[in-house]
């Protein structure tokens, strides 16, 4: 079946410009994550739903950065004033639902690049 | 919050060799600690995952070993092959399957 897609897979962008990345999760898969993986480093953990609802906006770097999610599936990251450290691929995950133990699919990741 | 550490950095081995990498983690409460392997350019994907109720998990050449007492955990990868040569990740998740990444391990298996 399909996996996780998100769009635009690149995008380039002015420092100073509003940027929205796209998620569509797995069929049926109610959890949805969000990860920042900059150059050469590891996943960053940024913020996951629940359905539409996100308890966990922790790992936001900034107020400049929000997510939401309608209908329980799709999901925009948002990023206002965009800044060269906000560089990076940003990963979408899904997973059946919010259970500790279920695997997270990741997609292939949208490459930001702010110039 | 939890912390998880990823050694080594970098690891180079001869095709047929065995590949080992190792995690700590900090939070006793996490529960479920899955590997992922990254090519480059590519999304990372799931290899093998283990649950806090056992200490061993197999498939084919590939193991993991978790020891809850001293919150460390390894990827055991044997029969090294070319294609092995990747960025492997290990994780932690204590909560709503919010997974804690180390640094990664980036494995060269030379021919």
């Known amino acids: 079946g399909a996996g996780v897609s998100q769009s635009p897979s690149n995008k380039v962008t002015e420092k100073g410009k509003d940027v929205e990345l796209r998620c569509d999760p797995i069929s049926g898969h109610t959890a949805l994550y969000w990860y920042r993986q900059s150059l050469g480093q590891g996943l960053e953990f940024l913020i996951y739903?629940?359905?539409?609802?996100?308890?966990?906006k922790s790992g936001l770097p900034s107020d400049r950065f929000s997510a939401e999610r309608t209908g329980g599936s799709v999901s925009t990251l948002t990023i206002q004033r965009t800044q060269q450290e906000d560089s990076a691929v940003y990963l979408c995950a899904s997973s059946l639902d919010l259970s500790t133990l279920e695997t997270q699919y990741f997609g292939p990741g949208t490459r930001l690049l702010v110039l | 919050g939890e912390n998880v550490e990823q050694h080594p950095s970098t690891l180079s081995v001869q095709e047929g060799d065995s590949a080992v990498i190792k995690c700590t983690y900090s939070?006793?409460?996490?529960?479920?600690f899955p590997w992922y392997k990254q090519e480059l350019g590519k999304r990372p994907q799931l290899i093998i995952d283990?649950?806090?109720?056992?200490g061993e998990k197999k498939d084919q050449r590939i193991a993991v070993t978790l020891n809850k007492t001293a919150k460390h955990f390894s990827l055991h990868i044997t029969e090294t092959q070319p294609e092995d040569s990747a960025v492997y990740f290990c994780?932690?998740?204590?909560?709503?399957?919010?997974?804690?990444f180390g640094q990664g391990t980036e494995l060269s298996v030379k021919p």
């Open positions: 939070d006793s409460a996490s529960n479920y």
């Open positions: 283990i649950r806090s109720n056992v």
């Open positions: 994780a932690g998740s204590n909560q709503g399957g919010k997974l804690i």
């Open positions: 739903f629940q359905g539409n609802s996100a308890p966990d």
